[in-house]
């Protein structure tokens, strides 16, 4: 897994100079809205605006691929049931969401898997396998420029708490929140970098570093390792809590899947 | 290995016309190890030949020091209607090609 690692003198000046313990008890989103993108270079930018260039487009080009190919007993495609992708248009924009069968919390890729395994019988994606960015990234693509539309509801609150809860709780061995580098001290740098407000609104992402595409959950287990605190499992509760307050965090920030990042 | 071609659909005899391809794949340089310390393979792709009408007008020769999924982008000179054909193939014997046709007025 190639995170990147913060030196630990570096991070530890800056913390010196940054604000007070942020513990806020309320949820707040930071002002103004910025994407990710507003901190990365105009190289990077070019890159992710270039409809060709863009590396990620070669799993979107994947994806639809695979949407159109038959699978399990039945051979039945993505395409048999849904017809075209355009139909997913605005889909992405209410996840993650409360499933109703299972009363769970899922996210884009927990509902492909769910087609896959209850409606095309066939095993379900490694979560982060090729085929599983592919699919998610084709799918959010089509409400590329939509708003997340989230509301925070009697179902979906309790995830919602834990979410900004987790965003809130220092961790690791440096012993920092989310919301210690991403909302108390965006727009500064860190190393090579510069610290973005933290939005999910690129992902799947094709990441220079990475030199492939990886998930918003491959970010944050990035950011965490970042910090020297433990990694949670691609999927895990945990991460689809605090994928829930991203979301709500965003407010109207449009979807930009699929981004490109440094 | 999914690929993208960009060749424009028409063009004007004698002009020189942009042709894009992207590849998914990963360039493993062979110097690097997985989670056990094993080495992983080289496997690059190592040839790209592009075909105007049959006629070879293009070809890249990579090695390692080429990231993964390369994009190449070079100028041909539209000559006749027809068909552009990109054949790719890397260290592991794995191969790929694609298609594309033009109109030339």
Not at chain 1, 174 to 189: E, F, I, T, V, Y
Request: hydrophobic share 35%; net charge positive.
């Amino acid at each position: 897994m190639s995170g990147y690692r913060l030196p630990l003198i570096l991070i530890a000046g800056w913390l010196a100079a940054a604000p007070g313990v942020s513990v806020a008890q309320t949820a707040v989103r930071p002002q103004p809205l910025k994407s990710g993108i507003e901190f990365t270079g105009p190289e990077v930018r070019a890159l992710q605006e270039d409809e060709f260039a863009n590396p990620a487009m070669l799993w979107i080009t994947r994806g639809a691929a695979l949407w159109q190919q038959p699978v399990g007993p039945a051979q039945q495609s993505c395409a048999s049931c849904h017809g075209d992708v355009a139909t997913m248009k605005g889909v992405a924009t209410h996840y993650p969401q409360i499933d109703k069968g299972s009363a769970r919390l899922i996210n884009l890729e927990g509902r492909i898997q769910q087609c896959r395994e209850v409606r095309q019988q066939t095993a379900p994606l490694r979560y982060e396998s090729e085929d599983l960015l592919a699919l998610t990234a084709l799918v959010r693509m089509q409400s590329r420029g939509m708003p997340l539309a989230i509301e925070i509801d009697p179902q979906n609150r309790r995830h919602f708490e834990r979410g900004r809860e987790l965003y809130y709780r220092r961790v690791g061995q440096m012993n920092l929140s989310c919301a210690n580098c991403h909302q108390d001290n965006w727009g500064k740098r860190l190393g090579p970098e510069t610290i973005s407000q933290g939005q999910g609104n690129p992902y799947p992402i094709y990441r220079l570093e990475w030199q492939t595409m990886g998930s918003l959950h491959r970010r944050l287990r990035a950011c965490l390792s970042g910090v020297r605190a433990e990694m949670l499992p691609y999927g895990a509760p945990e991460y689809l809590d605090l994928e829930l307050y991203l979301a709500w965090r965003s407010g109207d920030l449009p979807i930009e899947t699929p981004g490109v990042r440094r | 290995m999914a690929a993208r071609i960009s060749v424009p659909q028409n063009a004007r005899r004698g002009d020189n016309i942009e042709i894009r391809v992207a590849i998914q794949h990963p360039m493993e340089t062979g110097y690097r190890t997985d989670d056990n310390g094993t080495a992983i393979p080289k496997n690059v792709i190592n040839k790209l030949v592009c075909r105007y009408n049959g006629v070879e007008v293009f070809r890249a020769e990579m090695g390692s020091g080429i990231a993964a999924n390369p994009y190449l982008s070079f100028f041909i000179v539209a000559a006749n209607s027809g068909e552009l054909r990109f054949d790719w193939g890397d260290d592991s014997g794995a191969t790929g090609s694609e298609r594309a046709s033009i109109i030339v007025a």
